[in-house]
């Protein structure tokens, strides 16, 4: 059995560190701020199995510049980021080929396929089953010319075993009332989940491996020379194994390796409204407009939008109130007062896959970064493929799509 060291506190690292701890390994954690906020505490909660789609695909390019001039629109880019975000979207706009979307989607659908097999005991062993509601998901559509734009997309899901249902606008509002009569068409996704919070699954997660003997090192990890990591206090942490989930922040400690990645934080934004005013009874995803409502414990969460602009630059809450806008116009009577504001860093590779395996330059140095807008639907059957391969032994899904080597 090894020292693990798990770089990174957030659903990924914490699942890779319960995997790894199960397998009998004497593991630790690192992280910034252990029980802080990260991109773990304030998404969307959707358990989005069907989410095997890339983010760059045909068209989309062209559809960007009209984004970035809309202040209510799904995109922003802070241009003083640009310079280093070239490299990322060359590549991103490379992959946004046909060819490359099916091979894409193919490789996330193995994910996807053992999402409920590694969730639904780990959320059992934390006592959250009644955390997880598995009501489905309602993609929603104003224009038929969207709807049909998105069809090949439901198609390739369907290729791969995920339910799509398709329906009227009339037929969605009677599923959720609160829909506004705009909405013309929809699709049902019956797999799709939601948790109840998952600032509350990560908090259970992180307390119970503590119980079971994982040290929480508060830390910011700046460097790696030999089996040690150092931190910006000067500590140094040995290892045995490491394994480097810090999310957004994972591309500089693989460059320490020698090791590329192709990786930007899209920052998401959302508001969490504590009396909405209105209710919904399942995840609704505002397909053209590229936002979600989904209803949680703590009230009704508007999330989505990406923005570029580094892992340094302030938050700009407007987007976070851009969002809250967007709602009123689909779901009025819409009460947006009293809403708490939110950002985190969606770690987003250029090809829309996540990072999972060993460095090719170190054997003791595995990767799990990069699940973009799936960290908390991933991040459980990430932890089992980190702790297969930590033992040699088979993977349970092929890891090959998902190595690091790609972006060399």
């Known amino acids: 059995m090894s020292r693990i060291l798990v770089i990174g506190a957030g659903i990924v690292g914490l699942s890779c560190a319960h995997a790894l701890r199960a397998d009998g390994h004497d593991v630790s954690v690192l992280d910034r701020d252990p029980p802080g906020d990260k991109c773990s505490f304030g998404n969307a909660a959707g358990i989005g199995v069907t989410e095997i789609i890339p983010a760059s695909v045909p068209g989309l390019a062209w559809k960007v510049p009209g984004w970035l001039f809309d202040p209510l629109g799904p995109l922003s880019l802070r241009l003083r980021h640009f310079p280093r975000l070239v490299p990322w979207l060359l590549r991103f706009l490379k992959e946004g080929r046909w060819d490359r979307v099916e091979a894409i989607a193919a490789a996330l659908a193995t994910l996807s396929a053992r999402t409920y097999d590694d969730l639904l005991p780990l959320l059992a062993e934390l006592e959250l089953t009644g955390d997880l509601h598995r009501v489905g998901a309602l993609w929603v559509y104003e224009t038929r010319e969207g709807f049909e734009a998105d069809m090949r997309f439901h198609r390739l899901r369907r290729r791969h075993g995920l339910v799509c249902e398709e329906m009227s606008g009339e037929e969605a509002r009677r599923m959720e009332p609160a829909l506004a009569g705009s909405i013309r068409h929809a699709i049902m996704t019956p797999q799709w989940s939601n948790v109840a919070d998952p600032k509350r699954v990560v908090d259970r997660l992180r307390t119970h491996l503590e119980a079971r003997g994982v040290v929480m090192n508060k830390g910011e990890a700046v460097g790696i020379a030999g089996r040690e990591v150092a931190t910006t206090d000067g500590r140094r942490i040995g290892f045995d194994r490491l394994v480097v989930a810090g999310g957004a922040w994972s591309g500089r400690l693989a460059r320490q390796i020698g090791d590329r990645a192709l990786i930007e934080s899209e920052r998401g934004y959302n508001t969490t409204l504590p009396s909405p005013g209105v209710s919904l009874s399942r995840e609704v995803i505002f397909a053209e407009r590229a936002f979600v409502a989904t209803p949680i414990a703590a009230g009704l969460r508007i999330g989505g939008a990406a923005e570029f602009a580094g892992l340094d630059a302030a938050p700009n809450y407007a987007r976070s109130d851009a969002l809250a806008e967007l709602g009123r116009r689909f779901l009025p009577g819409l009460n947006t007062r009293g809403g708490t ?44 493929l980190i702790a297969e391969l930590v033992a040699g032994r088979q993977t349970s899904v092929d890891v090959a799509p998902f190595a690091i080597q790609r972006f060399n």
């Open 341 to 384: 504001r939110w950002m985190g860093h969606r770690p987003t590779t250029a090809d829309s896959l996540p990072v999972i395996g060993r460095s090719p330059r170190r054997d003791d140095v595995f990767y799990a970064f990069g699940h973009g807008h799936t960290g908390l639907t991933f991040g459980p059957t990430t932890g089992r």
